[in-house]
């Protein structure tokens, strides 16, 4: 099989792509990225000589090039996008331009390269926001009522593929999945941006009250979820995907890390609060357990845990990314003290 993967120099893109050359060394991967500021080649330097893998620099939004890269391909599996809710805040154009028309752009081109599944990878996020009271869940029939700029185009996004599927009869699947932790993400997000914070001696900046609530998932896990609906998932259906059994807030989110990395609460700061930020999330992902077989296999304490080693051993990584373009934004955002 000939999978074309968009953004796959990102986090989960470049995680599902190990992943997969892992576990189907058979098929061959075409890596299509922009290589924006989140896009990191390093993340895929163990397999970049591999015969099972090719890379393409391009831009979604350019339907000419992406035309041209799709000949011949099976599947596609679309992760590219702007994905920072801060960001999205600050400069809401681009998410536009990138998640919604770039979407458009490639489902024009699968539909004429005739490829047999649009995979999409979208969020909960397109979901709104839950109360802390509310003991109930996300689910695929909920009702769409994104808040942020971020998650009103990946909203727009996942309406655009479902109408190529109903208007064109393009074969699509959808995964709106959780947050993701776990190597390689960039430290603009949460527990990334924690961790390396404290590696640094530098405090964590936590937004508000701290008592959001987010429902954490593994990224082995959600690339095991996009492997069982690309295999089994029906044509034209979407798929909740989702980590934790209870709510776990952001303030027990850092204390966790400061107990694993030996530092005391003092190393918490309390700053402004995201406008419109969301309080809490929660996914039911039983149809994907039901229909796919999948559950969660990660812990989140335990891989927590390691995923704070991997940013302890991979500081050469995180240094490189946290220099240069980022460090603006990142004054931008929290001031420069
Ligand atoms: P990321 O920001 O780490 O990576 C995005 C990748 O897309 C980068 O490699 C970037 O270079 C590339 N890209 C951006 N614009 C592009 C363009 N115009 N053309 C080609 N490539 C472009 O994102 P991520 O956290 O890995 O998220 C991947 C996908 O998963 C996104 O669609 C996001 O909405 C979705 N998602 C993320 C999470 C999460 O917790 N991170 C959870 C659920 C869903
Ligand atoms: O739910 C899935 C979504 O999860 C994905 O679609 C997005 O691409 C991904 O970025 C993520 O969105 P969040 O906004 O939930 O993630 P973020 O890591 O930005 O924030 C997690 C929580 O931590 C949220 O409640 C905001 C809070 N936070 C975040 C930052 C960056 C802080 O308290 N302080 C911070 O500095």
Redesign the pocket.
Known sequence: MKLFV????????SNFILYWIKNHPEDHIIN?????Y??NLENLKDIEDSSSYTFIR????DPKTVEQSLKGVDTVVH??????VDRSIMEPAAFVE?NVS?TQVLLDAALKEGVGRFHH????EVFGSLTLEDTSKFTEMTAYNPRSPYAAS?AGSDHLVRAYYTTYGLPITITN????FGPY??PE?FIPLAITNLLEGKKVPVYGDGLYVRDWLYVEDHCRAIDLVLQKGKSGETYCVGGMGGDVNNLSVVKKILDILGEDESMIEFVKDRPGHDRRYAVDWSKTREELDWEPEHDFDEWLSKTVAWYQDHKDWWKDVKSGAYQDYYNKQYGNG
């Open positions: 968009t953004g796959g120099a990102g986090f989960i893109g299509f990225d922009k290589l924006t989140a896009g391009g831009d979604i939004r992760f590219a996008a702007e994905s920072h990138t770039g990878i979208s969020t909960d990946k999945c959780s947050n993701n993400q960039f997000k």
